[in-house]
């Protein structure tokens, strides 16, 4: 047996570590090479883990059917949520009374101590803008000593990119997802340059937070209550057909977004050169939508948060030290690990040893189905981010092996319209290796630099690595 | 010699009709196609032509070498020029003072006997809105017994969509080209429905061009003017970025244009709700740029007409009975031959013996490098005329193959940002038998009924073999 067996033409499909292949292939060998790497990356623990959460379709008796059965109705809310601005709050303070010499950041608490440059940056600009301190010094001060408080936007059902910071005078968006009536919140987008989220909090960011209070938040109110509410979902869905993966990059969903509010702002009773004023804004703000793309992200993965059981990730959020993941069957828990720094292109000046570690809330527009999962309908983004139309491509569909939904409303044109992946499963992660793409903007370590690139970043494996080890517990198996 | 060429096993190359591999094929032959088909469509004359007007390389005084130069410098005129929306006439009459009782059309000229339903339609009902007659009867005699006159847009420097009709008293875009100075006008996009481009001229109709007149009009021509003009190169590149062929889809070219015109419109002196009129009915008309597109074109393309000995394509037009080209090199002859059926999708309850053959100035778009040229950057459109993303990227592909350019202004994001295909070039669409590809929108053949569908046709080979009789002629040749 063993003589016939290497007696004829010897093909070999190596599975797993390359090497093996490429050794064969440089004797001379026929080698296939498969891309395949063990469960929990050879954690033979995570390994078990995941094979003892795996669903069963013969018995529906096993921990992984009744995960199976927890995330189809996580999924089915997922599809069926429908964010919608119905709002904008013309200071925060407004939606959450009690905020009281707080700000929101992005991602899962973090101390003074530890927090990134950007976000200090973005605190310290805050706190300038709502006149707590009329210095830098001085409010770092009350930040390092509790005189400030500050929290995380997830828990008060906000999200902000980068640093994400909310403080009580600024104006927030109001995002009712309709089919399930839970409320999102997002603050709005500054443009690009000196800018808070990035860290910037010198005289024209704080002057342009101040216009933003004055100027823009009323005109938004007005024109988006005339509109009788302004449907995130449909510009979404119509952005994804138009070269947008609606999170890095925005252009087509901040025109739709525009020409709804153009219209409703003519139409509403608005002094002419407030509503010009703003129209110029978003005109000249491409990323504008981002925020309301995140909002509705929020509010859609929101509705699927909480089913008991469900492996789906409903948040992942980075506060520029780690990046922690949500839980749909697991609570307010947050798994998270150091984050990983993005690779992508840099503005000219900039390097790789700048960037600060990936960082903010809008990575919950991936758990929808959105950025980095729908890198398919927005080749446009490679120009930003590096790579070609064809790993764009390739890293939606890798994004199938890890989710449990397709959702018709992310339909990806390059792909004839295939609906998108959506719905992170959390034991797909670990049982493929494959981790969640994100599309992400990168921000200089230091405060108020700014951006200085875009690019790709995944999120590190061992937040789902601690997420199976929560689900399993609770399974009753670990 | 013989013997030893059947003794092995057969592989055979199959150059041309598929029958022959077909044949071999089915006996079990190993056989590859190639997909090619002699110049001329095998007529030896055709063949002969395109051979004598090819260029050489070694030698400069070859006709075909001169033609070569002369395309050059044709290429280098369209990569150069740059239309920039400059105003809007609010009459006709105000660009043609002489233009009385006179209607503009469509595609080459056509007596009133030939004339497609459509086209009779859309005349009959400029006959209504010019006051010249009270009903369609009345209108018909006119028309038919020469009270009115007509004229093809094309001998104005005009172009307009279907049945493309302008009349003294409607308003114009005024588009500029700012490299070359040469100017093209267009007529303004109805939206979908009962519009007089497809020959309907009901009350409605006739309402909304008066509309036109009293409102659109000069809010659009004070919102231009107060821009300083608005850049329609610019809003046509980007567009491609984001889903566009910018001539049968123009969902972000319109929303793009809808963001200069809003932000001028409220920043000018207008009264707010005219503003809100015009901007809803923008908003509302997802091709309103394809006029604006068409007419940046003939700018383009206007820019390259008249370049002695050129064998590039200036324009492509159809009256709803020829489809007919011009050429740079060949004055203001029309090369025309009957129209084609476009193969496409049909709207509910209509099939392909309702559709009028193809109709319209639009494909001035094609000529320019749009349209089916930079069908790669528009997977979305294929909802609308059907295909696959994989064959829109071939349309444009295939195009390549008969243009003498590359307009790094067209660049295709799904091809990794190509420069896209421009400036056909008669000899090559002879010698590789490959017809320019036209996304078009399909009319009823009887006049009101409208638009029934949307789909692609290709330019009927006998235009290029006409054409190449010509420029043989020009040479010295036939």
């Known amino acids: 047996m063993t003589a016939s067996l290497i007696s004829g033409r010897l093909a070999v499909l190596s599975v797993g570590l390359d090497s093996f292949g ?4 440089e004797h001379g060998a026929a080698s296939l090479q498969l891309d395949w790497q063990p469960p929990g990356d050879g954690d033979p623990v995570v390994a078990w883990r995941v094979a003892q959460l795996a669903g069963d379709g013969a018995d529906p008796a096993t921990p992984g059917s009744r995960i ?25 303070r407004d939606v959450w009374p009690d905020m009281d010499r707080m700000l929101l950041h992005a991602g899962a608490p973090v101390t003074w101590q530890e927090m990134c440059g950007p976000m200090r940056g973005a605190m310290v600009g805050a706190a300038l803008y709502e006149g707590w301190a009329s210095t830098a010094d001085a409010a770092e001060r009350m930040l390092e000593g509790g005189a400030i408080r500050f929290a995380q936007c997830h828990d008060a059902g906000a999200v902000g990119p980068m640093a994400g910071i909310i403080s009580p005078s600024m104006p927030v968006f109001v995002v009712r997802n309709q089919t399930h009536g839970n409320v999102a919140y997002s603050n709005i987008n500054e443009g690009i340059g000196k800018v808070l989220r990035f860290g910037a909090n010198g005289p024209e960011v704080i002057q342009r937070l101040k216009w933003f209070e004055q100027v823009l938040a009323p005109v938004l ?35 739709l977004f525009f020409m709804r509010l153009a219209v409703a702002a003519t139409g509403a009773d608005i002094e002419r050169h407030a509503t010009h004023e703003v129209l110029k804004f978003v005109a000249d703000t491409s990323q504008f939508f981002l925020n309301l793309s995140m909002a509705a992200a929020k509010a859609t993965m929101d509705a699927a948060h909480g089913v008991e059981y469900s492996s789906i990730v409903t948040a992942i959020a980075r506060n520029g030290v780690t990046t922690a993941i949500r839980v749909s069957g ?4 947050w798994f998270q690990t150091p984050s990983d720094q993005p690779a ?35 080749p446009a983004l490679t120009q930003l981010v590096g790579g070609s139309a064809a790993q764009a491509m390739h890293y939606s569909r890798l994004m199938y092996e890890i989710t449990d939904g397709r959702n018709p409303a992310n339909s990806l044109p390059a792909m004839d319209f295939a609906a998108g992946p959506v719905a992170i499963d959390v034991r797909k992660v670990i049982d493929t290796g494959i981790q969640p793409v994100l599309t992400t903007g990168i921000a200089h370590r230091s405060a108020g630099v700014g951006q200085i690139g875009a690019g790709v ?7 789902f690595v601690r997420a199976l080890e929560a689900l399993s517990l609770q399974s009753g198996l670990a």
Chains 1, 2 share one sequence.
């Open 22 to 25: 490429r050794s064969l292939r």
């Open 68 to 92: 199976d059965r927890a995330n189809k109705v996580a999924v089915e809310r997922v599809l069926a949520a429908h964010p919608v601005l119905m709002d904008v709050a013309l200071h925060a």
């Open 221 to 255: 109110k007005r024109a988006v209550l005339a509109s009788g509410g302004i449907d995130l979902k449909a510009i979404q869905s119509q952005a994804l057909m138009m070269g947008d993966e609606v999170h890095s990059r925005n252009a087509a969903a901040t025109a």
């Open 330 to 333: 697991l609570g307010r828990q």
């Open 344 to 378: 992508g292109l840099y503005f000219p000046g900039f390097r790789a040893e700048d960037a600060n570690p990936d960082l903010g809330d809008s990575a919950i527009t991936e758990t929808a189905g959105l950025g980095g999962f729908s890198f398919a309908a927005s």
């Open 457 to 463: 970043v995944r999120v590190p494996m061992n937040c």
